[in-house]
């Protein structure tokens, strides 16, 4: 069964880059059976969809955040990495980390979720 964990830093300061990683266990991230996700959702909101890797590498991004996303991974470390640039306190949120099972249209496995302040 694939785990996942996010890391990164809790409190990032406006207009920086907020950068998290997902370590993977239980498959490769070079895997085809899965897009590797990030999700985040905001105090009072509900779940916002960032973008994702695919196993080719190519990225997929929410047209409303892609100007500032960056999603890569690190195939040695079994990682994938998010960066999200000139961050304000509306990217307050808690980040997930994500494997959408391509064939079943869903998403499989969540990691537990970590919390990213915006605030100087």
């Known amino acids: 069964q694939v785990q996942l964990q996010e890391s990164g830093p809790g409190l990032v300061k406006p207009s920086q880059t907020l950068s998290l990683t997902c370590t993977v266990s239980?498959?490769?991230?070079?895997?085809?059976?899965?897009?590797w996700s990030w999700i985040r959702q905001s105090p009072g909101k509900g779940l916002e969809w960032i973008g994702y890797i695919a196993v080719s590498g190519s990225t997929h991004y929410s047209p409303s955040l892609k100007s500032r996303t960056s999603i890569s991974r690190d195939t040695s470390k079994n990682q994938f990495i998010l960066q999200l640039s000139s961050v304000t306190p509306e990217d307050t949120a808690v980040y997930y980390c994500?494997?959408?099972?391509?064939?079943?249209?869903?998403?499989?496995?969540w990691g537990q979720g970590t919390q990213v302040t915006v605030s100087s």
């Open positions: 239980g498959d490769s991230i070079t895997s085809n059976y899965y897009y």
């Open positions: 994500a494997s959408w099972v391509v064939a079943g249209h869903d998403f499989g496995s």
